[in-house]
């Protein structure tokens, strides 16, 4: 489960073709569509007891913009707080430089395992593939993505990555991967199997790796927002804490942080706030870890930031609302995208990170929507997400050049559509397709119609054009 590129995965088939597999799978289906269901209900419970709900997405979207907009003043802003505080700032321009940076700070410290903390920057630069490679076991101890990890699998959800499995076969990965197996596959069991698994770990690593929610610049603290207590757990009893960070999750001050502690727990997991919020500030004698580096990670994001439309999707808090309720992810899954960043925000973020159109699995993301417009109801820092698709499609469009078979084919009908008597002919020769409907549907056409009618009817033309009818009615 290598990294080809820093967001996608190697050889992960374009988005069409995954989605058609996914959704030969019933079970997969099931699951995702009781999953999400759940989800968005919960959500929208919570998110209607505030009457200050969209002033504050107003607020996180500006709060975000002003981020993103000085953004070099704020990063420097946050190494000298983090500096003063007794903590080390390292710079990642790439996943590579990422990746040695962290597995060089763990062979400084002589460990050959570390414990991890859920982060979709560490998963998006492929950092447990990189420690396994210079021998360094990474053990990850949220619950859904130590299923996925021993599992073998690959995670689906950005907030519940192991979204697409059932308790079922939970229970059938933790019997194969555990030496004390649960003793039933229902959930106290499993998640007391997990606990059990994860206690000897926590007690014994000597290093802890983690993402970051939020860093406040002013203060230099880094801050951790989780359901199950095991980053508090890895955050607090290792002696060395390391910290992956992308460099827009930045907000400047504690009152910023107030308006985000509210927007992500209801838009995430549905809860008023998270049952575990935890903040460290450098080191502090006698008290948690002795050591703590802050890995500032960019890989793409600058580029992303020089896209006036683009950049918009660094405001993303991750808190998969989009996904919830998009219905191309709810019946494909988030494997389907081939990306650490599923549904509606992966295909806006994981194309422009990877930075290259000309990639057929990254560029085939953008067209994983209906364009429905729900995700950007949903999000809570207000990224309107079927804009940025449109403005990808057509650097996917524009990337392709000018000798494609669709530009050949859209310079053809600008031909006909420039002179009334060619697009008349035109209409005419359309007319004569009827002859291939039934009940005025055409379910088959030749190539290249074919690639159409494949997936969706078409309806028969009329015998009659409007200009044909308006000639012989009106004279």
């Excluded at 460990?111 to 490679?133: C, F, H, R």
Aim: glycine share 8%.
């Amino acid at each position: 489960m290598g990294a080809r590129n820093p967001v996608t995965w190697l050889g992960s088939p374009t988005f069409p073709k995954a989605a058609h597999t996914a959704l030969a799978d019933t079970q997969l289906r099931s699951n995702l569509r009781k999953a999400t269901t759940t989800i968005r209900a919960k959500r929208a419970g919570v998110v209607a007891e505030l009457d200050d709900w969209e002033r504050l997405r107003l607020a996180g979207a500006a709060i975000k913009d002003d981020v993103l907009a000085n953004l070099d003043t704020y990063l420097v802003r946050l190494e000298e707080s983090v500096t003063a505080c007794g903590g080390v700032v390292h710079w990642a321009r790439d996943a590579a430089e990422a990746n040695q940076i962290v597995l060089d700070l763990v062979r400084a410290e002589g460990a050959d395992e570390v414990v991890k903390v859920k982060s979709m920057a560490t998963a998006e630069i492929g950092l447990n593939e990189a420690l396994e490679a210079g021998g360094v076991h990474a053990v990850e101890t949220d619950l859904a993505e130590l299923i996925v990890q021993l599992g073998h699998d690959r995670p689906s959800h950005i907030l519940v990555p192991a979204i697409h499995r059932n308790r079922a076969e939970i229970g059938e990965i933790f019997r194969g991967q555990m030496t004390e197996p649960p003793a039933s596959d229902e959930p106290a069991d499993l998640a007391e199997a997990a606990r059990r698994h994860l206690r000897r770990k926590f007690l014994s690593a000597k290093v802890a790796i983690s993402g970051a929610n939020f860093a406040v610049a002013d203060t230099g603290s880094v801050v951790v927002v989780e359901s199950e207590g095991n980053g508090r757990m890895c955050v607090t009893l290792p002696e060395t804490l390391i910290t992956v960070m992308g460099i827009e999750k930045l907000v400047p001050t504690w009152q910023d942080l107030e308006v985000f502690l509210q927007l992500l727990p209801r838009s995430s997991t549905a809860e008023r706030m998270n049952p575990y919020t935890s903040v460290w500030s450098g080191v502090t004698p006698g008290d948690g870890p002795r050591k703590f580096h802050l890995v500032l990670l960019d890989n793409g994001r600058t580029a992303t930031l020089a896209d006036e439309v683009g950049a918009q999707a660094l405001r993303c808090i991750r808190c998969s609302a989009c996904l919830n309720v998009c219905p191309v992810y709810e019946r494909t899954g988030g494997q389907a995208y081939g990306s650490v960043y599923p549904g509606p925000i992966g295909a806006i973020l994981a194309p422009q990170l990877a930075g290259d159109m000309r990639d057929k699995q990254a560029a085939s993301l953008p067209y994983a929507s209906s364009l429905c417009g729900a995700c950007y109801e949903v999000c809570p820092v207000r990224i309107n997400i079927p804009e940025v698709l449109t403005q990808l499609r057509s650097e996917v469009v524009a990337a392709k050049g000018k000798r494609t078979p669709e530009a050949l084919a859209m310079a053809a009908a600008a031909w006909v559509f420039a002179d009334p008597k060619r697009y008349e002919a035109a209409q005419k020769a359309g007319s004569l397709s009827r002859l291939l409907a039934r009940d005025g549907t055409i379910s088959w056409l030749p190539w290249p119609g074919s690639k159409w009618t494949s997936t969706r009817d078409f309806p028969a033309v009329p015998k009659e054009s409007f200009r044909a009818w308006w000639r012989r009615t009106r004279g």
